[in-house]
């Protein structure tokens, strides 16, 4: 079982800078893959980007691309999601989750736990 807590988000003026954590209990945080996701009002659930369970491989949305960055350090049991240049449509509430001694999936469904959510506002 891990429980996943995420902290960082709040208002920023379009342009601005944002990062996101994700801290997990338990002591095998190592062996997940992270997802961070991301659903906006009245809209579905979407991939933002991923990170295998050692940091070696990284995949992102086209839409944040360049701009994202995500990044773990298992000592700490977090991953972060660096957030630069931001714009009004990155608005929503991002979600963390795990995924155990899986491969990198952008697929929300592929994921076995997920946090409450942190919400993120970008005002123009």
């Known amino acids: 079982q891990v429980q996943l807590v995420e902290s960082g988000g709040g208002l920023v003026q379009a342009g601005g800078s944002l990062r996101l954590s994700c801290e997990a209990s338990?002591?095998?945080?190592?062996?997940?893959?992270m997802g961070w996701f991301r659903q906006a009002p009245g809209k579905e659930r979407d991939f933002v980007a991923v990170i295998s369970w050692d940091g070696g491989s990284t995949g992102y949305a086209d839409s944040v691309k360049g701009r994202f960055t995500i990044s773990r350090d298992n000592a700490q049991n977090t991953v972060y999601l660096q957030m630069n240049s931001l714009k009004p449509e990155d608005t929503a509430v991002y979600y963390c989750?795990?995924?155990?001694?899986?491969?990198?999936?952008?697929?929300?469904?592929?994921?076995?736990?997920w946090g409450q959510g942190t919400q993120v506002t970008v005002s123009s």
């Open positions: 989750a795990a995924r155990y001694r899986g491969a990198v999936r952008t697929t929300s469904g592929f994921y076995d736990y």
């Open positions: 338990g002591r095998t945080f190592s062996s997940y893959a």
